[in-house]
């Protein structure tokens, strides 16, 4: 005799046959927890082993590891190829044949387009020609007073420079 068979009561069927027995017989629309199974077994078979709630419990797990059934919100039931199980959240739109995965044309450049000095964007490619227009230039430092400035008023920008004094007769350096 092997070891299955001395544990095994023999007046017992296997108990994944009983689990699927008891769903059937159960014929819940979501699927039949473990408390009823567990229940159906017990009022249908007597002389069940002493750990039935624990043999219950490996095989329900062995089962659905397996897919013999489907363990799902907290029910058990057999897998129905019709059975589509959602997720959360909103389901993705169907795809039609023949869409673009991307939108038409090419690729966008990355970064903020460029503005002219009046403030308009600067399309990246004249589309006649596929040439970018011409860059701006930018102003020479005699025309910007050494520094940048601001184009209201004409000054430089920043705070201006620390003024030196001078004490009496010689210069004295902050």
């Known amino acids: 005799m092997a070891a299955q068979d001395v544990n095994r009561h023999h007046s017992l069927p296997p108990y994944p046959e009983m689990i699927i027995a008891a769903i059937d017989a159960l014929n819940e629309h979501m699927g039949s927890n473990k408390t009823s199974i567990s229940k159906y077994i017990e009022s249908k078979y007597q002389n069940l082993p002493a750990g ?21 919100k907290n029910n058990y039931m057999k897998p129905d190829p019709n059975f589509i199980r959602r997720g959360r959240g909103r389901p993705p739109k169907p ?12 690729a966008r450049p990355r970064g903020r387009p460029r503005k002219d000095e009046f403030g308009v964007d600067i399309p990246e490619s004249d589309d006649a020609t596929g040439t970018a227009p011409p860059k701006k230039q930018k102003m020479s430092s005699s025309e910007n007073f050494g520094m940048g400035s601001d184009s209201k008023t004409g000054r430089p920008r920043g705070r201006p420079p620390k003024v030196k004094t001078q004490v009496g007769g010689e210069g004295v350096s902050a």
């Open 52 to 72: 039935h709630s624990t043999l219950l419990k490996h095989h329900l797990n062995r089962m659905k590891d397996t897919g013999e059934i489907i363990f799902w």
């Open 95 to 106: 795809k039609e044949p023949g869409m673009q995965t991307s939108p038409g044309g090419p």
